[in-house]
């Protein structure tokens, strides 16, 4: 049917869902078992809200606000369905989920190692894909080396890892 016979009224928008935290292109989903869960829960919140939705006076309205979280539900369940659980290494070399004490510029920070959709840097929660992460991973205790970071180039030393 041409959209010239359609009434005004009927024409719902097509919901705009705010993007995930970016994943490269080719780029394994790599997330924590705290991460993962994390993810369930949001679906499990996601779920629970679309199905208290209560058609009232305006059942477009509840009919756009069902269709905006079901197409966040379908975001959320294609990055679920490509995570990768790792599970911390316990090796003493920084991997994916190690928590990193790490000095730099004159100040002691604690950061962890987490998928992207975990990361949070008020929490020192680093994505594996940063340049922090990178330059970090690989490395010891007692360690120092030099990051690129945006803001410029960074000494940092290896204070503890777990």
Known sequence: MSRGFVKEGDQEDVPMVPPRAFLPAGVANYVTPTGMDLLLQERNDLIAERDAIQVGGQESDARVQRNFLNAKLEVLENRIKIA??????????????????????????????????????????????????????????????????????????????E
């Open 84 to 161: 990768k659980v790792m599970a911390p290494k316990t090796t003493g070399e920084i991997a994916f989920g190690s928590v990193i004490t790490v000095k730099m510029n004159g100040r002691e920070m604690i950061l962890q190692i987490v998928g992207v959709d975990e990361a949070n840097a008020a929490q020192g929660k680093v994505p594996f894909t940063s340049p922090m992460a990178k330059a970090l991973m690989g490395h010891r205790k007692g360690e120092f080396l030099d990051v690129q970071l945006p803001s410029g180039l960074r000494t940092v030393q290896v204070l503890n890892v």
